[in-house]
């Protein structure tokens, strides 16, 4: 009896040990919580990143890892017009699309943010688009773009604004036209209801405060909507161009880059390079090609974050 | 002429005078808006959106239960509309196809990657909120950036990648590659959330001798489920839209996910393959959309709260 109460005693100011110290230290412990997602990202995203620069590089090809041959593809790209045509095509599609999509998606959020019955149901409504998977959308917008039962130009030609059907997909630029559309009606929706949530935080006496001192209606969203949106749209818009220059799905199904490679995005000229011809180096190559813009796009980005802080008189933290 | 400039000219006078009447029940400055006003300005351009936005479902819908001689004859009966609907499209989709396959293996890779990324942006998340190791900060920028890859850049090098694992063609290649999207994601939305949950409470279980893994399963995931739903969901659903990761790595039948099936093994030479085509279009987007019905506020918080930070 007397031996297990001095037992207990002894026990109770034990000296920390290695392991009890390692447990409680934050730097280790933060490596166990970090384990998980690191073996991830690094395994299938920083590695591929790195492996992808390293492709372009080399003229490996599907079944066979390749030998460096430095710029070669780069070289060949340089001088291969339908490369130069994707190019333009994706900077076309990118610029136009996110443009209308940004002047649609900010309309309809001021739309939003006015004083609607059902507006719950509304804005629901508004998101289905951006819910349903592209694939699936884009296939609708194929058979809506059919050149025979297209159920566009039947309208149209209901009301006597055509004589024939519209060839939205075999022709060059009803082909540019009809993809673009289809990437807008798919996006403004994301645009809207990111808008919409930054709209309902500027607060409504800025507005009547402007209304009394005389502002007309484009001039209280001159000078009050847009400095006060100005951080979400930076952000919204970075992720609009990165995600319409990157775009595959749409293209892919409706498309295939044609007519006569009207319509190919360098990501999909990339695929059809190096999974479909079996080129791996050259459609890493056209992959690569893409960082720049897109590094580009975050910088723009960056920057908008950073002028809000500045702005707003906060430190950079 | 100039009786109509008049009229205009007074015409803002009437109508705010018209409409003080409804002054005392209208908030703010809605009183300056009449409903003949309104009706130009902000019922008809939002029912012409909305119009535009819902019209491809509606025809998915229809085309889906019209019958064949009624999908290409666009004169004789009414295109908007059909009084003979059919089940036949759903049901050559659901019985002589394996389309209910590639809703199972959808659902199933789906569901693993959300599982798997959503167990792993928790405990980054909280590392990286709570823990504040050394290069926390760093980490999460990296996190960030880490979301704006794209999967267009990445599925060249990804499928030599994935050979090399001897993953291509199952459905692992999928399962342990949208947590590539879907970790950076959820992990900068749940950082997100667990700054919000008060750092007191964690002090009192840590005086309370509570371990980080107690303070984190007892105390941190409790208060964040509405964070992990809106996680959930919106992992779930991009798993859902997932294309290209999905066309690049699977080639047998039996393991396509169905946005690619649906363009690659449903779509033949048929004429009248648009009914089926519909049918499948329309069914691989019901689970998400009953999903999305449960929970928008969730998916709309989803939304903005990755964007706000």
Known sequence: ?317 | MTDALAAKAADPKAVLTGSQRFADDSEGMSYLNSLPRRLVTLYLPLSIILFILLFPFYWMALTSIKPDNQLLDLDTYSPFWTWNPTFKHIYKLLFETQYPIWLWNTMLVAVCATAISIVASVLAAYAIVRLRYKGAQWVGGAIFLAYLVPPSILFIPLSTVVFQYGLFDTPFALIFTYPTILIPFSTWLLMGYFKTIPFELEECALIDGASRWQILVRIVLPLAVPGLISAFIFCFTLCWNEFIYALTFISSTQYKTVPVAIVTALVDGDIYRWGSLMAGAMIGSLPLVILYAFFVEHYVSAMTGAIKE
């Open chain 1, 1 to 317: 009896m007397a031996e297990i109460a001095l037992n207990q005693m002894k026990a109770i100011p034990r000296e920390p040990t290695a392991w009890d110290r390692l447990k409680a230290n934050r730097n280790w412990l933060a490596i166990w919580f970090m384990l998980p997602a690191a073996v991830f990202l690094i395994l299938f995203l920083a590695y591929p990143l790195g492996l992808g620069v390293w492709l372009s590089f080399t003229d490996a090809r599907i079944g066979r890892s390749g030998i460096f041959i430095g710029l070669e593809n780069y070289e060949w790209l340089w001088g291969d017009s339908t490369f130069w045509l994707s190019v333009f095509n994706t900077l076309l599609y990118t610029i136009v699309a996110s443009t209308i999509k940004f002047a649609v998606g900010l309309y309809l959020a001021l739309l939003l943010n006015e004083r609607l019955p059902f507006k719950a149901i509304i804005r629901a409504l508004v998101l289905v688009p951006f819910i349903v998977p592209t694939v699936l959308s884009a296939i609708a917008f194929w058979w809506l773009f059919d050149p025979q039962f297209s159920i566009i130009s039947w309208s149209f030609r209901k009301m006597d604004l055509i004589n024939s059907n519209i060839n939205f997909l075999g022709d060059i630029w009803n082909a540019r036209w009809s993809v673009i559309f289809a990437n807008i009606w798919r996006g403004v929706p994301f645009v809207a209801i990111t808008l919409l949530a930054g709209l309902q935080t500027v607060s409504p006496s800025l507005y009547e405060a402007a209304t009394i001192d005389g502002a007309t209606p484009w001039q209280r969203f001159r000078h009050i909507t847009y400095p006060l949106l100005t951080p979400i749209i930076a952000v919204v818009m970075t992720f609009s161009v990165l995600f319409t220059f990157t775009d595959f799905q749409l293209i892919w199904v409706m498309t295939r880059g044609g007519p006569v490679n009207a319509t190919h995005l360098m990501a999909t000229l990339s695929y059809q390079r190096a999974i479909l011809g079996g080129q791996l180096g050259e459609g890493a190559a056209i992959s690569t090609a893409m960082i720049p813009f897109l590094l580009f796009a975050i910088l723009v980005s960056w920057f908008g974050l950073q002028r809000r802080k500045w702005q707003q008189g906060g430190d950079n933290d």
